[in-house]
């Protein structure tokens, strides 16, 4: 199992079939008020927050589903930073400036209710997550739909498709990354409020990394011979 996010980069460049320091980006180009964590991950596999090579759908491999913003997106409100979001910004995830490791906040619970929050109030709650772990979590999640993008669409009916790729992802049985918080500090799916969405496993051999929904396969995986393909 991935015990932060040292093993995270470690298992990222392994995942990609590169060397170590091939993903990296400068430290001259990332702002001074980074937290810890968020500034670890950009010297380590920042590449993959950026339109790069190592896709062929145009897509980052960090930002295939939701994304971790590549340095340039970067935004300030007041003393938080927003470091990701939803694909189409329904919802982000902001944490304090600076720090050794701050805790997440997200809007998801804004976008569940759509109602609008009491005068002096924020709609940016804590998900119950530290962001060093947000970061491998969300990390992890953008490889599988990333390797999702990279495998050729199937026809055909869409329950029978769901149904076998579940069943298909029942094969990677190693746990590598269990019972993490998402945005869920409201409903997520059928997982209630804070209560851990996201658990990730992969096959014996290594090739498969599987997304789990609370205990149930997703049905979402990806083969890592397809991620190699794009490297």
Not at 53 to 76: A, E, H, V
Not at 116 to 143: D, K
């Amino acid at each position: 199992m991935l015990a932060g996010l040292d093993d995270f980069f470690d298992f990222v460049h392994e995942w990609f079939g590169v060397p170590r320091g091939s993903l990296s980006l400068p430290s001259n180009t990332l702002p001074p008020i980074l937290p810890e964590p968020l500034q670890r991950l950009y010297l380590n596999i920042g590449r993959l927050t950026e339109e790069s090579p190592f896709s062929d759908n145009g897509c980052p491999p960090l930002g295939t589903q939701d994304c971790i913003y590549p340095p340039k997106w970067l935004k300030t409100f007041g003393n938080m930073i927003e470091f990701a979001a939803e694909n189409q910004y329904v919802w982000s995830a902001r944490c304090p400036i600076g720090g050794q490791d701050p805790p997440v906040f997200s809007n998801w619970s804004w976008v569940v209710s759509q109602e609008p929050f009491p005068p002096g109030e924020t709609e940016f709650l804590p998900i119950g997550a530290v962001l060093s772990e947000f970061l491998v979590t969300i990390g992890l999640q953008e490889l599988v739909f990333h390797g999702l993008s990279m495998r050729p669409h199937v026809s055909g009916d869409v329950s029978e498709k769901v149904r076998r790729d579940r069943a298909t992802s029942l094969t990677a049985k190693v746990p590598l990354w269990i019972n993490h918080n998402f945005t869920n500090c409201a409903d997520w799916g059928d997982i209630p409020p804070n209560k851990p969405s996201h658990s990730f496993y992969i096959s014996d051999d290594g090739e498969m990394l599987a997304f789990y929904q609370g205990e149930e396969p997703s049905g979402c995986y990806a083969l890592r011979t397809d991620a190699r393909r794009t490297t």
